[in-house]
């Protein structure tokens, strides 16, 4: 009877807890170690090749700075007071130079609160340029290379509200940027009280859902007052020039002959269910001095383009100064009003104009898909990338004005695949306007080099007269190295990083034969010494071969018994199975643990299946999602086999987990089979009539396929979800689709149907967790719920892989 009591009085304990603690809890000292490390850090190379800048980022920011007062208006997150990004995903608060040389270093350091962004060196490499941000103002500060000092470029503060933005003038005299024209956006913002009224005219605008829109004539009025700017040219000594009038400058560029700037301004009346870059824009043109010189175009509103992945809005787009011409405008404008769902002879087309900026432009080149990007090289040479979204295919062709009628296809393979991946095109940046780099007739391009047997990089260079290819640099066999700067070709010259499986990533200056250490960063992880790491190969029923990485806590043998299980995945669509079954991994990779991934919890005697393949593929007429549920299960079942048959996994204790579409997917695998003991779901949308106009690559809207809507969302099978289900989400949560109401719905309805679940909502926190406090709780709430639905490493089952069945309903 004591015993009933005592055990009683726990569970009350247990349950309230479950209700009523509210501070932040810290996980185990492995994890706190995890939280500790620095976050990789980037480079930025000097025109003159000089100098390189290593950008060292803010780790976690605390959720004190997620916490201050923040506007949320047309898809941005602003602080009304400093009038810049509440939340950065770039920020960095050291700063090292290296002149390549001597090696000799420089390290400018941000002061307690402030943080730098936006780093770039000037075209003449004389200064190092960024902008400085605290909680009240940002201002752009310059670094003279050769004085090594440090100065203001204006005392009066930018705009950034539409980001940490700003353009040097190719001749490295004056920046352009937006400047502050108020100190007290919130007077400027009267309250408005009114009926908050919406209507359609008839005009399909199938949009996806978003959060943070505007909302009524209030935030309308809000959002003019708080992004209104004044774009300005700022010479070195400080003079400002206005360019035109203030406005809602969402971009600008300058011409390479410094004679010209292209802006892009926001126009009224602002939409309330599109973001503010897909508002209706006007894009003109001034001159050096500020004066306008003509209104080149309008942007009718995103709102209503055309619904699928190839659909664009019509009028012209993509518009840039050719950047191998002084004064030429290049643009394309769709020869399809923009609908992706038509059959066009030519669905884009690309036209230049050049100064004085009369007519309509020359056409250059017609395409039959639609342009993504494009990208100018030397040599009168345009690299054109156009994308099949329906075949999912993407190819590359060059065209060269004055040389070819059309263009040359380079290469042309499904978007996904990493395999015939070609890489990236590399620039000659030692030229004002960088240009894709040319000479005596070839190209260069670095890419992954991915293939069954992991990562291998290289550089090629490629002959546009037959396209064919020769390796000038790869990365050694028994390690895992990448290009990061070219330098030159001859004598070949570059800055690469190195790493190894037991030695972190390091940056090696190479010339010839010689090679000089550059930048070391740091192992800090020394509780994750000797966990094994191997890639696992397998197949699902129907054949498809799949693939995972899987971690093993250090000394580990299956002699010693079954281990728990944490499998984390996420699910892709694929009209390849070949591309499907692809490898992206090298076996040389450092094994840098990250925060948000699940790999930490091999510090308590886990197994971690990572990066297990979920492929949803839909080869020919069929689509991928008509048998999503079917696929991912067979994808589970076969995951789960392969590590019960190496005599790792104990197949009765195997948790699912999974962040976003991760954790629709460990949801769905809880409500359609019986294969897992729990999961873990962060941030997820389990609803599908909430985003009734597509999700993920799906593009049929709920009304075309509500069956499939309905048979993909969790939420009507939570009656099925019997095993124990984590839900955690971060409260402000800003992804299309993922509202934090998707895990309270859900959360509710297990509840309601005497399921188990818990869910744990993240305070100011948006789809990705960056707080410190948000991070250590996240895990202290993923390592209880392993241990509890689970257990500890140590206590083994006895099942053996001859007694395991499939568990699937």
């Known amino acids: 009877m004591q015993f009933i009591f005592i055990l009683f009085t726990a569970l009350i304990w247990f349950c309230s807890a479950q209700v009523m603690s509210g501070e932040y809890q810290h996980p185990s000292p492995a994890i706190e170690q995890v939280l500790n490390q620095s976050k990789s850090v980037t480079t930025r190379l000097s025109a003159d090749n000089q100098y390189m800048v290593v950008l060292k980022p803010i780790s976690q920011v605390d959720i004190k700075q997620l916490a201050q007062p923040e506007l949320k208006l047309a898809g941005l997150r602003i602080n009304p007071t400093s009038l810049a990004p509440s939340r950065s995903k770039y920020q960095y608060n050291a700063l090292e130079i290296i002149k390549l040389a001597d090696q000799s270093r420089h390290i400018i350091k941000a002061a307690q609160g402030l943080s730098y962004h936006a780093i770039k060196f000037s075209p003449d490499s004389q200064y190092l340029s960024y902008i400085v941000s605290n909680q009240q103002a940002t201002y752009i500060e310059l670094f003279d290379l050769q004085k090594k000092t440090t100065f203001r470029l204006t005392n009066q ?45 008839g005009k399909k605008a199938p949009r ?142 690309i036209s230049t104009l050049s100064a004085p900026f009369t007519g309509q432009g020359e056409p250059l080149v017609k395409t039959t898909w639609r342009i993504s990007k494009l990208a100018w090289g030397e040599d009168n040479t345009l690299f054109i990338t156009e994308k099949n979204s329906k075949q999912k295919q993407l190819r590359v062709s060059f065209y060269q004005d004055n040389h070819s009628a059309k263009p040359t296809l380079w290469y042309q393979k499904s978007q996904r695949d990493t395999y015939n991946d070609p890489g990236k095109l590399l620039y000659n940046r030692q030229i004002a306007a960088p240009l894709v780099n040319i000479e005596s007739g070839h190209f ?90 191997q890639l696992v190969h397998y197949q699902r029923q129907d054949g498809t071969p799949l693939s995972g990485m899987l971690y093993l806590p250090k000394g580990y043998h299956p002699s010693q018994g079954r281990l728990p299980v944490l499998m984390w995945a996420y699910p892709r669509e694929y009209k390849d199975a070949q591309v499907a079954s692809q490898v992206n991994f090298s076996k040389h990779q450092y094994q840098k643990i990250s925060a948000k991934g699940p790999v930490a919890m091999v510090a308590h005697g886990f197994a971690v299946f990572d990066k297990v393949a979920m492929p949803i593929i839909g080869e020919g007429k069929k689509r991928p999602n008509d048998s999503f549920r079917q696929q991912l299960v067979s994808n589970a079942q076969a995951a789960i086999d392969v590590l019960v048959d190496m005599g790792v996994a104990d197949p009765e204790r195997v948790a699912i987990g999974g962040h976003s579409y991760g954790a629709f997917m460990v949801a769905n695998l809880l409500a359609h089979s019986d294969l897992f003991s729990a999961g873990i779901a962060r941030s997820g949308a389990y609803n599908r009539s909430l985003t009734p106009f597509g999700f993920q690559y799906e593009k049929r809207n709920y009304w075309e396929a509500p069956d499939l809507y309905q048979q993909m969302s969790p939420f009507t099978h939570a009656d099925k979800i019997d095993e124990p289900l984590l839900l955690i989400h971060g409260e402000m949560d800003a992804n299309s689709g993922t509202y934090p109401m998707q895990s309270e719905r859900l959360f509710k309805a297990i509840r309601g149907l005497g399921g188990t679940a818990r869910l744990v909502t993240l305070p100011y926190e948006s789809h990705s967790y960056v707080a410190r406090q948000s991070l250590a709780h996240m895990w202290w709430e993923q390592e209880n719920w392993l241990l509890r639905y689970l257990g500890k490493a140590d206590s083994h089952s006895a099942q053996t892989s001859s007694q395991y069945q499939s568990l699937v309903r």
């Not at 400027?188 to 908050?196: D, R």
């Open 444 to 533: 260069v391009h670095a890419g992954l080099g991915a293939s069954p047997q992991g990562y291998r990089p290289f550089a090629k260079q490629t002959n546009m007269a037959d396209l064919s290819s020769n390796i000038i640099w790869q990365s050694q066999p028994n390690k895992l190295e990448k290009l990061i700067h070219l330098i030159s070709r001859s004598p070949l010259t570059m800055v690469i990083s190195r790493e190894d499986s037991a030695t972190a990533k390091q940056y090696w200056l190479v010339k010839g034969d010689k090679q000089t250490l550059l930048y070391q960063t740091q192992n800090t992880l020394s509780q994750y010494d000797g966990v094994s790491r």
């Open 208 to 349: 996806r859902t978003y959060q943070d829109l505007i909302k009524n004539h209030q935030d309308e009025i809000t959002f003019a007052n708080i992004t209104t700017a004044q774009l300005s040219k700022i010479a070195l000594n400080g003079q400002i020039t206005a360019i035109g009038k203030p406005g809602i400058n969402i971009s600008y560029q300058v011409s390479p002959s410094n004679q010209y700037i292209l802006v892009k301004q926001i126009d009224r009346p602002f939409s309330r269910i599109v973001k503010y870059r897909d508002f209706a824009q006007t894009v003109s043109l001034f001159d050096h001095l500020g004066h306008q010189v003509i209104a080149f175009g309008q942007l009718e509103s995103g709102e209503f383009r055309p619904s699928g992945s190839d659909s664009v809005r019509r009028g012209p787009r993509l518009i840039h100064w050719r950047k191998d011409q002084p004064h030429t405008i290049a643009f394309v404008t769709p020869l399809d009003n923009g609908d992706g769902n038509s059959q066009p002879q030519y669905r884009d087309e």
């Open 157 to 201: 503060r930018l705009n950034a509200t539409l980001g940490f933005n700003y353009r040097w003038q190719y001749d490295s005299q004056a920046i352009v940027t937006n400047l502050a024209i108020s100190t007290k956006t919130r007077e400027n913002s009267p309250t408005v009280l009114s009926p908050n009224i919406s209507a359609t005219n």
